[in-house]
């Protein structure tokens, strides 16, 4: 008789999944360096939205981690971008940008400059948005010393500078908008900002800034329709008193007539009583 033993399958190995964005670190605890550098940061962040939902999708947002290596770890990674752009993907909040969860790295990235960071941010990071995100444009900006921007653009996988064109402007081939430096008051703050602009020299504006706009053409209009009204009201007064001035001066017209008739007619009477009499 044969005899058969059950041997037990070896246990599967199992493989560790990567991590996802609630696995993984999305808060130092370090917040930007002043409040102009926060504002900047919102004005490109809040006025690019409306327009990527308008053309093709993609979500923007900044001083979020970047996860782009399953190497990378809590002690060795480095605060996100201050502004980036993924082209394609959906808008819906996230804790942070995680590429392999994502399965997409930022199109375009944009770092504001202080004392602090500048050369980080011109040195190491441009390295790592260059060679390791290989982002296809980079951008930075000092918001207090505007002079200092540059662009850069990803071309056989190395950064060549972006120069400014007639407008002095540095455009995204990648976007199809460009970035201006202007002059105004944004959130109370008179500075010169960064903004984005369309090639035809449209500012985007953020929802605030466009419901302000629609506001005041709102307010504008009423106040034209109003003004219209007023004048279209002098304008029926007008006629109505020319109206009056035609009717009174007819009515003139026919009691003088009447006089003259009755003058003639008195003169006539006269005239023949004198007939009579003589």
């Known amino acids: 008789m044969l005899q058969t033993s059950l041997v037990e399958p070896a246990p599967k190995k199992r493989i560790p999944s990567l991590p996802?964005?609630?696995?993984?670190?999305?808060?130092?605890?370090?917040?930007?360096?002043?409040?102009?550098?926060?504002?900047?940061?919102?004005?490109?962040?809040?006025?690019?939205?409306?327009?990527?939902?308008?053309?093709?999708?993609?979500?923007?947002?900044?001083?979020?981690?970047?996860?782009?290596?399953?190497?990378?770890?809590?002690?060795?990674?480095?605060?996100?971008?201050?502004?980036?752009?993924?082209?394609?993907?959906?808008?819906?909040?996230?804790?942070?940008?995680?590429?392999?969860?994502?399965?997409?790295?930022?199109?375009?990235?944009?770092?504001?400059l202080s004392e602090s960071t500048a050369k980080y941010d011109k040195g190491k990071k441009k390295e790592i948005y260059q060679n390791q995100l290989k982002a296809s444009e980079y951008y930075w900006f000092d918001p207090f010393n505007p002079e200092d921007w540059a662009g850069f653009e990803l071309r056989g996988g190395v950064y060549e500078p972006s120069f400014p064109d007639a407008q002095n402007r540095l455009v995204s081939r990648t976007l199809g908008l460009a970035l201006t430096r202007w002059h105004g008051i944004y959130e109370d703050a008179e500075a010169a900002w960064l903004r984005w602009e369309t090639?035809?020299?449209?500012?985007?504006?953020?929802?605030?800034?466009?419901?302000?706009?629609?506001?005041?053409?709102?307010?504008?209009?009423?106040?034209?329709?109003?003004?219209?009204?007023?004048?279209?009201?002098?304008?029926?007064?007008?006629?109505?008193?020319?109206?009056?001035?035609?009717?009174?001066?007819?009515?003139?017209?026919?009691?003088?007539?009447?006089?003259?008739?009755?003058a003639e007619a008195e003169i006539a009477h006269l005239k023949a009583l004198l007939a009579e009499k003589g």
């Open 199 to 262: 090639l035809q020299g449209t500012l985007l504006l953020t929802p605030q800034e466009a419901w302000d706009a629609e506001k005041r053409r709102a307010t504008a209009e009423k106040r034209r329709a109003t003004a219209e009204k007023r004048r279209a009201t002098a304008e029926k007064r007008r006629a109505t008193a020319e109206k009056r001035r035609a009717t009174l001066a007819e009515q003139r017209a026919d009691a003088e007539a009447q006089r003259a008739e009755a």
């Open 20 to 112: 996802t964005q609630d696995d993984l670190p999305y808060d130092d605890g370090i917040p930007m360096e002043t409040e102009q550098h926060r504002l900047q940061m919102e004005l490109l962040i809040n006025s690019l939205k409306p327009w990527l939902k308008q053309h093709g999708g993609g979500y923007v947002s900044g001083n979020m981690f970047v996860y782009f290596s399953t190497k990378q770890l809590r002690n060795q990674d480095f605060k996100g971008p201050d502004v980036f752009v993924v082209q394609g993907v959906s808008n819906h909040a996230r804790k942070s940008w995680v590429v392999w969860e994502e399965g997409a790295s930022p199109n375009v990235i944009i770092e504001l």
